[in-house]
């Protein structure tokens, strides 16, 4: 069964850090792509990050980008986003997803813009 599992959320002042986790099983880690996402009450959900795991190809949003940290850890099935510098706009719960990256013709592999399995969230709230 595939299963991804979100933690290390909570309160957090404005300008502080966090590290949430996603924990995954039930399928090859190592060949699939992994997605930070959040949604903050009455807004879309966003992606925030991603890493493809077949080659470590990382993105960013442009809104986190200089302050967040998205790592895999192959060993563990595990993928952190190390948060810092938080803002009260980042206040949202974040999900965490998986699915196979694409392969472009650089030979790069990419996130993929949709994914098929998601995690329950985590609430990372920033304080002002």
């Known amino acids: 069964e595939v299963q991804l599992v979100e933690s290390g959320g909570g309160l957090v002042q404005a300008g502080g850090s966090l590290r949430i986790s996603c924990a995954a099983s039930?399928?090859?880690?190592?060949?699939?792509?992994i997605g930070w996402f959040r949604q903050a009450p009455g807004k879309e959900r966003e992606g925030v990050s991603c890493?493809?795991?077949?080659?470590?190809?990382?993105d960013y949003a442009d809104s986190v980008k200089g302050r967040f940290t998205i790592s895999s850890d192959n060993a563990k099935n595990t993928v952190y986003l190390q948060m810092n510098s938080l803002k009260p706009e980042d206040t949202a719960v974040y999900y965490c997803?998986?699915?196979?990256?694409?392969?472009?013709?650089?030979?790069?592999?990419?996130?993929?813009?949709?994914?098929?399995?998601w995690g329950q969230g985590t609430q990372v709230t920033v304080s002002s």
């Open positions: 997803a998986a699915d196979r990256p694409y392969r472009h013709d650089s030979g790069a592999y990419w996130c993929p813009s949709w994914y098929t399995y």
């Open positions: 039930g399928f090859t880690f190592g060949d699939y792509a």
């Open positions: 890493i493809s795991n077949m080659d470590g190809s990382i």
